[in-house]
């Protein structure tokens, strides 16, 4: 295959790629999707303009087309970013862009030059990338995020060796469409990186919405607390362990005290503000062996695992409400809640979930009935020995 044939089928691929990320993007917002579809779609217009050498101004295909390469890894970067979740200073992505520019317009006569700082520039792009698709390896899910960083280390490599060829004066680098064995191996490992970084990208956001889908149909949306389905499971859990070893498990039902004042005065917005910081102070008050989740509104379930005695989950029951007493500054709104909870004790109070939720239920109205803001065992079960 000659550089020529080669230059076009990389067009080409970067052009169907790029239309296929573009339809995904479109119908499914992913995150970085959209920045994937534009990279590649500038991907496509470098290697367009390569295949017009000779037959237009170098300013066209050295100048503007070096700069779209740079262009086009930059982009890749903020979708990276974007996927990630994170954020750097603009300048930062793009400054080699106007670097890569100025360079191809100083040595525009100097191709051993030019092709070296191509290859270094856009190396240090893709090795950027590199160190940040590493850096948050263990925090993406799936092998998508494997295969991107084999293309990248695929890229790196062409590109330093395509930089060294350069520089050792093998023959046929200067120009992008002279043929040599070199400049075909580089070209065609170019292609196969693309190809691999297409692939991905797109199993990675796959697998992103799959882990998702699965994370919210036992999580609640709002706080990213287990709901009342994954409770139901650790609660099931506790009890069978707790059976086996002889010791307690402790159902805290907790409910807001004036949550629906807040909602009713400032509306939903802040009303869901307040219970992410109602989740998070629950989940910083107990051990991390214990479980927090919401079961709806401003309901939620405490799960105190191997409990030695009802004087303990009593004195966490007060660390909670302690906790819910300190104001809350939420948008310059200062907002004072309590909470009234409820307690049932496995197996004291109950054998099974249902018995367990009802007593503790029970125990958190009966504070609501004392004036909230309160913390109540629930009564023993008379069909509990």
């Given amino acids: 295959m000659n550089t020529t044939t080669l230059l076009m089928t990389i067009a080409v691929t970067s052009a169907v790629l790029a239309i296929t990320m573009g339809v995904v993007a479109y119908q499914r917002r992913l995150d970085g999707m959209q920045q994937w579809a534009i990279s590649f ?63 191809m317009v100083v040595w525009l006569h100097e191709p051993v030059t030019r092709v070296t700082l191509v290859g270094i520039i856009v190396a240090l792009q893709s090795l950027v990338i590199l160190i940040d698709l590493l850096a948050r390896r263990r925090d993406t899910v799936g092998v998508g995020q494997h295969i991107v960083i084999t293309a990248f280390i ?13 520089l050792w004066g093998a023959s046929g680098m200067g120009v992008v469409t002279s043929s040599s064995p070199l400049q075909a191996m580089t070209f065609l490992a170019s292609l196969n990186a693309m190809v691999l970084m297409a692939i991905g990208v797109i199993v990675m956001t796959k697998e992103r919405a799959e882990h998702q889908i699965q994370f919210l149909s036992k999580h609640d949306a709002l706080t990213g607390l287990p709901n009342r389905s994954l409770l139901a499971e650790h609660l099931e859990a506790a009890m069978a362990l707790a059976r086996r070893n002889q010791h307690r498990v402790a159902l805290m039902f907790l409910d807001l005290d004036r949550f629906k004042e807040v909602n009713d005065t400032l509306g939903h917005r802040i ?4 219970l992410k910081e109602v989740a998070q102070r629950l989940r910083q008050a107990v051990r991390e062996s214990d479980l927090v989740a919401r079961i709806g509104g401003d309901e939620f379930i405490v799960l105190l695992r191997d409990v030695s005695a009802s004087e303990t989950v009593q004195a966490v029951g007060e660390k909670l409400r302690r906790a819910l007493e300190i104001p809350f ?14 307690i049932a004790l496995y197996p004291e109070h109950g054998r099974d979930a249902t018995e367990l939720f009802r007593r503790a239920d029970d125990a958190m109205y009966r504070i609501k009935a004392q004036g909230r803001n309160g913390v109540a065992m629930a009564e023993a079960s008379p069909s509990v020995g």
């Fill in 329 to 342: 500054e939420i948008e310059g709104h200062r907002l004072s809640i309590s909470g009234s909870t409820g």
């Fill in 41 to 103: 779609t500038l991907h496509a217009t470098v290697y367009s303009l390569y295949l017009l050498r000779g037959q237009v101004s170098d300013i066209f295909t050295i100048v503007v087309a070096n700069g779209l390469l740079a262009a086009s890894s930059a982009v890749f970067n903020q979708g990276v970013l974007k996927f990630q979740k994170r954020s750097r200073p603009r300048w930062r992505v793009w400054l080699p862009v106007p670097v890569m520019v100025v360079a």
């Fill in 154 to 166: 695929v890229a790196i490599t062409m590109l330093t060796v395509r930089v060294v060829g350069t």
């Fill in 271 to 274: 009303g869901d503000l307040l």
